[in-house]
């Protein structure tokens, strides 16, 4: 157990739904990224929020938003689902946002979009 | 970081060799050099890195190498094992310093 935790674990959904995939960061953790793995694009930075405030983008989608609460936990929200959204989706933690010490990463969500 | 190429897809070892995947990064300013293993259901878990200011580092049977000059750093994996098998990703810091860029993975397979 990594102490990142991810729900769910899997989601199956329709094409135009919308989902919500939620991460709590590691006890003491103030920043939370997360990534969109793709077999074809490997990890995709998605977007970072440090201490609630988001502090940078990477290829996110206008159908794709994010926050963190003041717990830290996080959510990833997806609307309008396409197909080829069908991928892995990983939340990981760091202390301060520095990035110069790796992350912690979850374990995952499995999103199936049909 | 910005741009992370990674070398071979896949690599297939007998136990007891060595296995050594590749790295080649595009900002010249980067500083920070992680490597993530992947077992298969599991999230990427950070097994070492490097920081600009050393040329090579060892923790027991892994290993990595910088080269700053040629940007490129790799991973040496010594006497493997089957447990070895898994996906390793390189990663590097983008230009903002904000988030690692990830390399695209290496399948490492180790038969007995």
């Known amino acids: 157990d990594s102490g990142v935790t991810q729900t769910p674990k899997h989601l199956i959904t329709a094409t135009g739904q919308r989902v919500t995939l939620r991460c709590s960061p590691r006890s003491g953790d103030l920043s939370v990224y997360w990534y969109q793995q793709s077999l074809d694009q490997g990890l995709q930075f998605l977007i970072q929020?440090?201490?609630?405030?988001?502090?940078a983008k990477g290829n996110i989608l206008e159908r794709f938003s994010a926050q963190q609460f003041p717990d830290l936990h996080s959510e990833l929200n997806l609307s309008s689902l396409e197909l080829g959204d069908s991928a892995l989706y990983f939340c990981a933690s760091s202390v301060e946002g520095d990035i110069n010490y790796g992350y912690t990463f979850g374990s995952g969500t499995r999103l199936t979009v049909v | 970081g910005e741009n992370v190429e990674q070398h071979p897809s896949t690599l297939s070892v007998q136990e007891g060799d060595s296995a050594v995947i590749k790295c080649t990064y595009s900002d010249s300013a980067s500083n920070y050099f992680p490597w993530y293993k992947q077992e298969l259901g599991k999230g990427p878990q950070l097994i070492i890195d490097?920081?600009?200011?050393?040329g090579e580092k060892k923790d027991q049977r892994i290993a990595v190498t910088l080269n700053k000059t040629a940007k490129h750093f790799s991973l040496h994996i010594t006497e493997t094992q089957p447990e070895d098998s898994a996906v390793y990703f390189c990663a590097a810091p983008n230009q903002a310093g904000t988030a690692l860029i990830f390399g695209k993975g290496t399948t490492l397979s180790v038969s007995s």
């Open positions: 490097i920081r600009s200011n050393v």
């Open positions: 929020y440090y201490n609630g405030e988001e502090r």
